[in-house]
Nanobody, 125 residues
Framework: VQLQASGGGLVQPGGSLRLSCAASGRTFSSYAMGWFRQAPGKEREFVATIHRGGGSTYYADSVKGRFTISRDNAKNTMYLQMNSLKPEDTAVYYC???????????????????WGQGTLVTVSS
């Protein structure tokens, strides 16, 4: 599966953005999906993940209550709605696909098999 993330940009603190991850290739609905982010000088970190059917999600504590992950399998697209953005949310955001159903719920980037190219989110006044 090929993934392409989009929707990043510059936003003021307290603002909102919606990221999209478009998938092509093999059946999108076969994969649990996730969002990760990497800030300058830091390691890539888990943000959120969503089950193949979209009925179950997990979030990092740092974004819980502010970010919402969702997917539309008919459109082969995953989303990340980001509200109440903070400067510490500034990072390159990556979407990823989890190839093995047995690894569902994983927060480790090493467990994800396919990655998009990343989209930059900058939160600054």
């Amino acid at each position: 599966v090929q993934l392409q993330a989009s929707g990043g940009g510059l936003v003021q603190p307290g603002g909102s953005l919606r990221l999209s991850c478009a998938a092509s290739g093999r059946t999108f609905s076969s994969y649990a999906m996730g969002w990760f982010r990497q800030a300058p000088g830091k390691e890539r970190e888990f943000v959120a993940t969503i089950h193949r059917g979209g009925g179950s999600t997990y979030y990092a504590d740092s974004v819980k209550g502010r970010f919402t992950i969702s997917r539309d399998n008919a459109k082969n697209t995953m989303y990340l709605q980001m509200n109440s953005l903070k400067p510490e949310d500034t990072a390159v955001y990556y979407c990823a696909a989890l190839g093995s159903p047995r690894r569902w719920g994983s927060r480790s980037s090493g467990d994800y098999d396919y990655w998009g190219q990343g989209t930059l989110v900058t939160v600054s006044s």
